[in-house]
């Protein structure tokens, strides 16, 4: 999350009526075997929900029907990230074009129902232009880099894709914003200190606090099932050249993301621990619906940076166990509001694109 750019291409690299259009109601079937590895028995039953373009950070609805995602395709008139929605419910029609929640303009990343459904919070760009604004050299002085738009701020739309309201309007980059299961708070990424720091709002946008204060990039953080507690990637540059890198780079509005790992702490910032140590990046990280663990993507077990798989680990740092077993890229993981589903994001079952699909799978203790 500042995740508007894929991992595909980050690391080699429906609007037809004003509501979501639902079909009937179906019972998938198992999978084929070209969108389920053997290993992966944590999972069963997977759909696949998209058929090209880049399709990511898909995160349920509060009732756990309907998901929001983001996703570039130009057959969407999606040229750079889009917020779009989809029905779970529905038969998959392939021709079928998914309501657009966003405006159409700028860039968008990372949005989120609001309690109730019937409002999704994203970061958008589009003041400050209608064209996708321009995306960086994947590397800089030798270093892989995402971009931090400053001109991301935290918008509401409602189900139609009319904007509704504003909750976070900052000079620099706001975003990144999720929700808690209780539906009292949001957490969100932001610039404003002049490190990329974590930071609570009540749901209605008052009452900012801070959260982090350590040098280095915090964020994609999501709560915990009980909302007290918080899950984020973060890197923690030590040395002077890693300081000076990392400096250098977001003077830039630059992030460098290959070296991540996963945190945890109170939803206040104290009791912050690290839950892994594992090098090179660790990331997308959510909490297992227990509260005991978190699931997350990483690339710690690649000799040259790919594949990408989902993990899981215990908040005390033991019993890593791998989740999927991809031979290119699984992320973005989250649970179903009931827990009993799990949503992701894949490079499986792209007829050898680049392309990146939303997948939905039952979840399997």
């Known amino acids: 999350m500042n995740d508007s750019l894929f991992p595909v291409i980050l690391f080699m ?19 084929p075997s070209n969108i389920r590895y053997a290993q992966e028995q944590h999972l069963s039953n997977i759909r696949q929900l998209t058929f090209g373009g880049d399709n990511a950070e898909a995160y349920w609805s509060f ?58 919070l994203f970061a958008s760009t589009h003041k400050a232009g209608k064209d996708c604004p ?20 935290i918008y509401k739309s409602d189900l139609k894709g009319d904007m509704v309201g504003k909750l976070v309007e900052h000079p620099g980059y706001d975003a ?7 539906g009292d708070k ?13 930071y609570t709002m009540d749901i209605n946008g008052k009452n900012v606090k801070q959260v982090t204060d350590e040098l280095g990039y915090d964020g994609g953080a999501f709560f915990s099932p009980d909302g007290k507690k918080l899950v984020f990637r973060a890197s923690r540059p030590k040395t002077t050249e890693e300081v000076n890198t990392y ?14 790992e996963i945190f945890v702490c109170n939803v206040d910032g104290t009791g912050m621990k690290q839950i892994t140590n594992l090098g ?36 005390d740092g033991e019993e890593l166990e791998q989740i999927t077993f991809d031979t290119d890229f699984d992320s973005f993981p989250m649970f179903s509001p009931d827990g009993k589903k799990l949503a992701f994001s894949s490079n499986r079952n792209n007829g050898d694109t680049r392309a990146t699909n939303l997948f939905i799978a039952d979840w399997v203790e």
């Open 176 to 182: 990144e914003a999720t929700v808690s299961p209780k």
């Open 63 to 120: 009732n756990g029907k309907m998901l929001t995602f983001q996703a570039t395709n130009k057959k969407w008139n999606a040229a750079c990230d889009q917020i779009f929605m989809i029905d779970t419910r529905a038969a998959v029609d392939t021709n079928d074009i998914p309501v657009r929640i966003s405006p159409g303009a700028g860039r968008t990343t990372c949005s989120y129902f609001l309690p109730g459904d019937t409002t999704i």
């Open 280 to 315: 090179k990046a660790n990331w997308a990280p959510y909490f297992h619906p227990s509260g005991k663990k978190i699931i997350f993507c990483s690339n710690h077990k690649s000799v040259h940076g790919f594949p990408f798989n989902l993990f899981m680990i215990g908040l």
């Open 186 to 198: 949001i957490v969100f990424t932001s610039m404003r200190s002049g490190d990329l720091e974590l």
């Open 134 to 153: 321009p995306a960086p050299e994947r590397t800089v002085d030798g270093h892989y880099v995402w971009p931090v738009y400053e001109s991301f701020d």
């Open 247 to 260: 400096k250098n780079l977001l003077s830039k509005n630059l992030v460098q993301p290959t070296h991540m």
């Open 13 to 31: 690299c429906f609007l037809m009526a004003c509501a979501p259009k639902v079909q009937k109601e179906i019972n998938q079937p198992e999978a």
